[in-house]
């Protein structure tokens, strides 16, 4: 007969093993849901960092090569191009008339959410309210709640139309008690920006008193162009796009740079520095500051100043004023130092955070800026938060999404969400298996891009074998982007059984081992891919997204030429005879930009 305390503690045991085993499981996915969130993350201000040498040229693209009828349409009100454009009867998507009520929000909500398109001159009408309204907003926006009008704070959308609909799903939406505010980055990355942006437009024109927008770094010309909201808009509207992004410019410019609730709470995208000045940004004419990541030594800030109201100032100071605001971060040390991470702003300690609450009698500030796993964070002993409003930022199930709701208490109330497609239908592991290899494929991406470079300095040691330190270290001397090489080893590379590391299997999943016709120049195309593409949407005349091989030729040549990247004709010509035209003789520029895509095409070209 079975003894019952033995059955009983053998049962215990049984638990406690399972326990162990549950544990020891959830920690190891958790590790790699972290890890992978990380390489997410340091790629992507990597990416910010590049942009610093690029600004300059694209500046001058845009500037130098100009459409053809652009031009014309650029002199032009938007009064004047918008009357000019007929809405057929054929059209079935929203309309709109001035001024909006909340019944025109509505409507257009429910168009918007069900993939209708609004039409071109609503659009430019819809600006030039916008521009209009936004010209009379100061830089700094006050505004005050109540116990019968919380205010409700927003951080980065970045083109996340499902996030946007969810918060007013949740919270309500907008009206005059009912405010909001939203921290800039609104477009870019996301599918959905041009749609974000009229229905924050179209609740700000309702509302202007009680419903208010920051403006972000990524609501810039430039990074439009490289992180896909110009392209966006060109595929929505191929006739009037340039004109509709002209116009989107000169509003981005007027966008209010940060707002104050309660005279005790600042609301900026990213951040502050030790030399962050309110009431000198009180004084700045935002439209005229270039605060963009650029040598802006030529461009002339103007300054409002009570003695001289038009008199020139340094464009350094100004600039780096709205820089600050718009692209730091907060760090645990003490101190504030330049945000080489991203390439731009500062990364500002708690000293000073609290140098600037005290200087103008605040209590908090909000900022916004940064992927946060949960939808927020609080750093420097909760005085400073960050809220990001873009749930599954870089997969699906990767991250929530947070908004702040905020009384007269000045106590912030957290609500998360996550908008779920097939997330909730997924076990926990199987959600971190597609994060895990969404990262490491991106992140292989980057491995590839950098190959000659990693090749070059492996290359110093003697065999094809080397010690784990002497990888991660090689790793990170290239790539720079302080990621935990050691815990990605397995997944990057394969080791023998002493442990040392086969360091050309880094460059295995890419199939490199068979002959490249090129590598060299695949790696570039690899690496620069997202800045020919702005290149050439600045060149692509007919908005066609085709391009010939003379085409593609003069839009190499000029990017070389200022990368001073060197390449011999016959490479360029090989690699032009290497792609597969249409019977037009044109290929899909962007289709033709992704580096997967080139690589394989041309390994089977070689094979």
Known sequence: MCDPL???????????????WYRCKRAQLEIRRRYSLTIFESIEYADEQEQTQLSNFFTFMLEHCVHRGEGKEKNQSTTEIYEKIDVPDSYRGPRLSF?????????????????QLLHPRYVLQLLRETRRLLKEKPNITHVSVSYFKEITICGDLHGNLDDLLLVFHKNGLPSENNPYVF???????????????????VFLLIYPNDFHLNRGNHEDFILNMKYGFTKEVLKKYKVHGMTILYHLREIFSWLPLATVVNNKVLIVHGGISDTTDLDLLKLLERNKVSWCLTDAKHDICWCQTPAASTKPESSELCSSQVLDILWSDPKKQHGCTLNKRRGGGCCFGPDTTDQLLKKHNLKMLIRSHEFKPDGYDLAHDGKVITIFSASNYYEEGSNRGAYIRMNPDLVPHFIQYQVCVSTDK?????????IEQSALQTLQKRIFIHKQKLMDTFAKYDSGRISVSDWAAVMESVLQLKLPWRTLKSRLVKTDPDGNVDYMSCFYYMDTARPMHQPTLVETLCKYSRDLQMIFNIMDEDQSGLISPDEFRKTWKIFSSYLDIHSHDEAIDKLVQSIDYNKDGYIDFNEFLEAFHVVHKLENKAA
């Not at 033995?6 to 399972?18: F, G, H, M, P």
């Open 183 to 201: 921290n800039g980055d609104f477009v870019d990355r996301g599918k959905n920006s041009m749609e974000i942006l009229i229905i924050l437009f």
């Open 426 to 434: 997924r076990k926990n592991w199987e959600r971190v298996k597609t």
């Open 6 to 20: 033995l059955s009983l503690s053998t049962a215990i045991k049984a638990t406690a093993l399972i326990q162990r």
């Open 99 to 115: 001024p909006l009520n909340i019944a025109h929000a509505k409507a257009l909500l429910n168009a918007l959410k069900n993939q």
